[in-house]
């Protein structure tokens, strides 16, 4: 995302950033929250404002962990663990009761939903400078993190494909909640898998890009030494 880091860059104070970050998690999620709220019979939703900002919410996560990873704030890590367990489990629950009993259509049910962007800053709080002394375990970290973009998209293709088809073998969505143990690793794995050439070819075509740029760059340079250099 080189140019949101651009643009975040560019900022010249810490109070700037913070407020930046702030309006891009409100402008990514409040429209998606709000309009989950139940309305009176005959209206679809509230139709709270801003919602073409609603398909950016990828950008309020990377910008959250983005700013958590430069300013390294102190807090402690039992704290923001214990809620963001207790505000996965509460979020399992209501969504369980939506697709049960349709108590609250639709709650939290996106990615893009503000409570869902709280509790990954939560985890984000708790793991972001997590001290790991095994060479082998911080080697794997460190390749999901170079693949986490390309993971993160190749998902959503299996997202589709395994949850359609689990969906299809059973009645209803409650149905398959207990499948969710294997339905949940084989997706992270068969991302991981599809990820590794994709971003192992992607690699080489920019490089082979950025090489060209480079080239074309010293050429250009090259030719405007010589003009100066003949007047």
Not at 26 to 36: D, V
Not at 51 to 77: C, L, N, Q
Not at 126 to 144: E, G, M
Not at 182 to 196: G, H, Q
Request: proline share 3%.
């Amino acid at each position: 995302m080189p140019f949101i880091n651009a643009a975040y860059d560019s900022l010249k104070s810490k109070k700037q950033k913070r407020i930046a970050v702030v309006l891009c998690v409100l402008f990514t999620t409040l429209a998606t929250t709000i309009n989950r709220i139940p309305t009176p019979e005959g209206i679809d939703t509230l139709a709270f404002p801003l919602g073409y900002f609603s398909g950016m919410w990828p950008f309020a996560y990377y910008v959250v962990g983005k700013h958590i990873g430069e300013t390294k704030p102190k807090i402690s890590k039992s704290f923001t663990g214990i809620l963001a367990i207790f505000g996965c489990v509460m979020l399992g629950v209501a969504n369980y009761k939506t697709v049960t009993t349709n108590y609250y259509s639709g709650f939290c049910v996106e990615n893009g939903d503000i409570i869902n962007v709280i509790i990954a800053t939560l985890v984000f709080l708790t793991f972001y400078d997590l001290k790991i002394n095994n060479y082998f375990i911080r080697w794997i970290f460190a390749k999901l993190s170079i693949l986490s973009l390309c993971v993160f998209l190749m998902s959503c293709i299996f997202d589709n494909l395994l949850y359609n088809y689990y969906i299809s073998q059973f009645a209803g969505y409650s149905s398959y909640f207990s499948m969710f143990w294997k339905i949940v690793p084989l997706d992270f794995a068969l991302s991981v898998l599809a990820s590794i050439p994709i971003s192992y070819i992607g690699g080489l075509i920019s490089k082979d890009i950025m090489s060209r740029i480079r080239r074309c760059l010293q050429y250009k340079k090259t030719i405007k030494s010589d003009q100066i250099s003949v007047d």
